[in-house]
């Protein structure tokens, strides 16, 4: 078995996930989709499953970037592609600015 603890951002609480080590094997290659990238602690946990197992990563997709935060930066240092479908540069004075 394979485990990681991810922080929930939005609940503040931390989650164990887990996957048998017959799902995961040095010969996948994993693409992980994900909805919001925030501070990447989803996608850390998954690096760091993939790590476990000796699989590839051919890359991280989500739907919305926070830009503001710094999940992207983080997940480029680990090595990852990164990749979203629409990236929010800021959030403030009730305003939604798209990059």
Known sequence: MLTTVVHSFT????????????FLTPNDHILFIDDFLAFGNAALGMLDLVKQSGCTL?????????AFQDGRKILEEQGARVESLAIVDDLSDCKIMVR
Do not use: H, L, P, Q
């Open 58 to 66: 051919a890359g991280m997709g989500f739907i919305i970037e926070k």
């Open 11 to 22: 609940k503040d609480r931390d989650y164990t996930v887990c996957i048998s080590n017959n």
